[in-house]
T-cell receptor
Framework: NAGVMQNPRHLVRRRGQEARLRCSPMKGHSHVYWYRQLPEEGLKFMVYLQKENIIDESGMPKERFSAEFPKEGPSILRIQQVVRGDSAAYFC???????????????FGPGTRLTVL | AQSVTQLDSQVPVFEEAPVELRCNYSSSVSVYLFWYVQYPNQGLQLLLKYLSGSTLVKGINGFEAEFNKSQTSFHLRKPSVHISDTAEYFCAARAGGTSYGKLTFGQGTILTVHP
């Protein structure tokens, strides 16, 4: 069973461009979380999604950031008109949909490191 | 609202010595607690979790943690560390009684094991 997949692993954008980060959860997981790790800081929650629904977006910046998790395909975190302060590592995590050994756990992907020039 | 505080930003130790990484949380409701490890340029890997039951939790790689409700702490311990334990460690909390929800992370502790 493959782990959580994120691509690209590294992304370089110039100020004002758009960044699209993709996350494919583990097989059988329908809950996806996005976290941001700024340099020298811990991870901060951004958004929690289930298929076709945003459950909690309390950590998302009000402007320029959006997320989706369509019925088919990966979850996408989209950052419009990027600024230097968006440079960070963005991690996706997924949780299983049913009870079992790993119930209540979040499994993390390797992250996408975004650099804004 | 929950908050998690990791009291040490860096902990240097010698190989085969014991180590304790400290974590305190604040929450007005029941809480689930987790420790994750992050190796350079990688994602987070779960070391152990406390949901309920026994307050002493054993995890992977010889790590264990003790949930102390009166002191609101969840310190991570290992009796004898290896060079390969060098990494950053994160304590995290989530609201208890629910199956899903966001994690609140501490600032992280960088553990450096010297030969």
């Amino acid at each position: 069973n493959a782990g959580v997949m994120q691509n690209p692993r590294h992304l370089v954008r110039r100020r004002g461009q758009e960044a699209r980060l993709r996350c494919s959860p583990m097989k059988g997981h329908s809950h996806v979380y996005w976290y941001r790790q700024l340099p020298e800081e811990g991870l901060k929650f951004m958004v929690y999604l289930q298929k076709e629904n945003i459950i909690d977006e309390s950590g998302m910046p009000k402007e320029r950031f959006s997320a989706e998790f369509p019925k088919e395909g990966p979850s996408i975190l989209r950052i419009q008109q990027v600024v230097r302060g968006d440079s960070a590592a963005y991690f996706c995590a997924s949780s299983p949909s049913t009870s079992g050994t790993h119930y209540n756990e979040q499994f993390f992907g390797p992250g996408t490191r975004l650099t804004v020039l | 609202a929950q908050s998690v505080t990791q009291l040490d930003s860096q902990v240097p130790v010698f190989e085969e010595a014991p180590v304790e990484l400290r974590c305190n949380y604040s929450s007005s409701v029941s809480v689930y607690l987790f420790w994750y490890v992050q190796y350079p340029n990688q994602g987070l890997q779960l070391l152990l979790k406390y949901l309920s039951g026994s307050t002493l939790v054993k995890g992977i790689n010889g790590f264990e943690a003790e949930f102390n409700k009166s002191q609101t702490s969840f310190h991570l311990r290992k009796p004898s560390v290896h060079i390969s334990d060098t990494a950053e460690y994160f304590c995290a909390a989530r609201a208890g009684g629910t199956s899903y929800g966001k994690l609140t992370f501490g600032q992280g502790t960088i553990l450096t094991v010297h030969p």
